[in-house]
């Protein structure tokens, strides 16, 4: 079955193309605790013009680094979530940098701010202050526990926010701490509800003339991730238990992650209507190559999902788990695509970027970046369109890049305004 | 009732499980009209899946990820089914599914067809690889997805063996992406009175929120190893027991000033001076050795005690909460994050509300999960026009099924 690649359209590297954000200007205030909201943004079309302090974002500070060279201009992490923003830097904490932000609000559409609650109002800045000068501004403010509550004011970091949203205390040994989800993720759901939300409230804007104030709260972005864990408790009465690579759901415990001959693969063993007939096929394949021992004689298909017990089970998988010892990732996720079978290769990083599937689909991006001399290779954008190419086609910016562009061409600041600024780190 | 901001907006929707429900329920909470079309031919595994007695109006993840949908029951694998499909499409804004794209195709109710009844939809379809390229027509499931999206091969300790991760976690991501592409598509017709297809690969929108560590190879040639619950910049930093049976409290100390008051709170004032921890690299060196002697002190405490100490001190810290605790806990249940949702099968269940509060236009948890077919009168009768003799033969055909 071929679908036809030429519906959707891929990247151009042409400015001004008429993306359904196109016009609409964001400032972008928020530090690594939102950064991506205004980058998803940015990939729509809008004008993002990220604010940093004199001395550049904190986010900037953030690893891994260009050949490890710990630099403001070389954080990866910038570079990732940064792409297709304007940079200007302004210090908002002066009287000065207050009013100029105000001046850029009477122009913009969204702002996006990641404060503690209170500093934005601290400043003066804050939705209400915001709205009396533009009433149709949206700002997006995304906090780890939201405006309200008792900890509004508690200090955050990825893992405490992953701590309190229950998914940690199911990942991990048994008899070892709870695991981190792998890789730092609470602001980036964070970043993208924001997203998310902001355009809910462009829809509404569109229709009424109003702007909101939107608040976004981090950990429960990340709660949403949790589908099982609230009815699992809450009908079955049960917590699930920490079981290294095994599901613990119910009465029996699957294997997920089997090792194969150059890594891993996730495949569970399953029976019933819809995972037993792939199993039905992979144990014939075994066959073939004479690893199927007394696999062949299960009535794959026929044993319910609450029949299954623990002893067969894991003397299924240990036979299967054999046979993916023989062989490679790359052999079995061949076999499982050809045959229908739900198994994957545990990628690494590597992996990912050298998969044929998405080079075919054209899911990089090179973006030039002038300070390196050197383009950089971008994952692309979320998602597809045939109608529009979404997605950016600058790189993330140097500090205050845009100053010249933003403040004189558009805010009619003159030179000698400027310098005054730059002396009073106000810019 | 506080007026909804996708009120007015009418939403096709055909899936099942968790993305594409996610992104249909989503919309619904913020007042659009989502129709979910369901058939005993196919019906969502959700309805089954932990019911506790088997019946399709029990089982609670549906409960949970389907509320405020409305359900229309047409069998929408014979082209009779599809074409009644067709007819609700006609007087909605956005078609939505998350169909595998063999069965998308065979149903008959891709795009280009679509789009012939009407012009201007907006359509979104949530696939686990994409419409296109060698491996589209593949089916997966979330944890597989993970796998290939590389975020499975990161989930383990320090130096271990991935065990990679059982819930799916591609699954709401993908769901939001499809849900901003949708909401950027009608600003974009509202622009230019254009439709247009969206296609949301979940394996790609996972490899994207991966974003560093994927520069990290095509810049670095590095290749991103487990980290457990370590960091590369900070320490102390991790997972540490507390008193009692399996509880533990996450720490991030990210500064120097930090690192400072959780000496002086933890009753430790030596260890500023201990050249061992001297500062953030001295400290990541000496970690093990650092993690022990925390461990040590809140071992003598209980999770939220530890918690409560720090935080005073301006430190993060937040105890590993189990899903108890998303029941009780102060915060939680100050922000009404689970919200209890009566059902006529069920003495009711909770339901994870939204995590964005919008000023004028909040979420609104509305109505409960549909019953099979519930609003079968109201969509295709009242919406859709249709005479009561038509209706009524077409639930005899097996058509309305």
Known sequence: MEQDEKCFLRRSTVDNRDLPLSGYVVLDVADEKGIFCASILAELGAEVIKVEPPAGDTARN?????????????????????????????????????????????????????????????????????????PAIIMTSITPFGQDGPYKDYEASDIVLMAMSGLMH?????????????IEQAYGHGGMCGALASLIALYWRNITGEGQHVDVSVYECVVWLGYLTVPYYAELKRTIPRAGSKMRLLTVENELVFPCQD????????????????????????????????????????????????????????????????????????????????????????????????????????????????????????????????????????????????????????????????????? | MAKGALEGLRVVFIGSYWAGPMCASAMADMGAEVIKVETHARIDNYRYLYSPDGSPERGPLFLVIDRNLLSVT??????????????????????????????????????????????????????????????????????HLSGLSGLSGLIGYEGDEPIGEFQGYNDPAAGLTALFAIM??????????????????????????????????????????????????????????????????????????????????????????????????????????????????????????????????????????????????PHAQAEEYLVHLPHPHEPGSYVYNNPWKLSETPPEIRRHAPLFGEHNEYVLRELCGMSKDEFDKLVEDRLIW
């Not at chain 1, 680094?65 to 792409?83: G, H, P, Q, R, V």
């Not at chain 1, 990089?364 to 002038?370: F, N, Q, R």
Request: aromatic share 10%; with cysteine.
């Open chain 1, 263 to 427: 890594g891993f693969v996730v495949h569970r063993v399953g029976t019933g209507r819809v995972l037993g007939s792939q199993e039905k096929r992979l144990v014939e394949l075994m066959d073939k190559e004479g690893r199927a021992e007394d696999l062949t004689q299960v009535k794959w298909t026929e044993i319910g999902f609450s029949e299954l017990e623990q002893d067969e089970l894991t003397h299924w998988e240990e036979v299967i788990g054999k046979y993916f010892l023989a062989h490679t990732k790359s052999e079995l996720h061949k076999v499982a695509v050809e045959h229908k079978i739900m198994l994957t290769p545990v990628f690494s990083t590597g992996d990912v970027c050298e998969y044929e599937q998405l080079q075919s689909r054209k899911y990089w991006l090179e973006l030039d970046h002038p300070a390196l001399g050197r383009s950089i290779t971008y994952p692309g954008t979320l998602f597809n369109s045939s109608e529009v190419a979404f997605g950016v086609t600058r790189c993330a910016p140097i500090i205050g890049e845009h100053n010249e562009e933003v403040y004189m061409k558009q805010l009619k600041l003159s030179p000698e305004e400027l310098i005054r600024l730059k002396q009073a780190n106000v810019i």
């Open chain 2, 74 to 143: 047409i069998n929408f694998t014979r082209s009779e089914g599809a074409a009644l499909v067709k007819k609700i499409i006609k007087v909605s804004d956005v078609m939505l599914d998350n169909l595998s794209p063999r069965v998308l195709q065979k149903s008959g109710l891709t795009y280009d067809a679509v789009r012939q009844v009407n012009p201007e939809i907006v359509m979104a379809s949530l696939s686990g690889y994409g419409q296109t390229g060698p491996v589209a027509s593949y089916s997966a499931f979330g944890p």
């Open chain 1, 62 to 134: 953030i690893g891994p680094f260009y050949k490890d060279i710990a630099d403001l201009e070389k954080s990866l992490f910038w570079y990732a979530y940064n792409a297709g923003k304007k940079s200007i830097t302004l210090n908002i904490e002066t009287l000065d940098g207050q009013e100029i932000f105000r001046k850029l609000v009477e122009t913009a559409d969204f702002v996006v701010e990641s404060s503690q609650p209170g500093y934005m109002a601290n400043l003066g800045l804050d939705y209400d202050a915001l709205a009396r000068i533009n």
């Open chain 2, 184 to 329: 950027a598509a009608l600003r974009y017709r509202a622009n230019t009175g254009k439709g247009q297809y969206i296609d949301v690969s979940e394996w790609e929108v996972g490899s994207a929120m991966m974003g560093q560590e994927i520069l990290d190879y095509t810049m670095n040639g590095r290749v991103a190893k487990c980290q457990g619950n370590r960091s590369s910049w900070m320490a102390p930093h991790g997972c540490y027991r507390c008193q009692g049976e399996d509880k533990w409290i996450t720490i991030a100390c990210a500064t120097e000033d930090e690192w400072r008051a959780l000496c002086r709170a933890t009753g430790n004032p030596g260890w500023m001076k201990d050249n061992r921890f001297a500062d953030a690299y001295a400290r990541l060196k000496n970690k093990q050795e650092l993690d022990e002697l925390v461990s040590e002190w809140t071992l003598r405490h209980t999770d939220y005690g530890v918690m409560g100490i720090l935080q005073k001190a301006g430190v993060a810290a937040v105890p590993v909460f189990t899903i108890s605790e998303l029941f009780t806990d």
């Open chain 1, 170 to 182: 199911m990942c991990g040994d048994a008899d070892r701490p709870p695991l981190r989800i792998g």
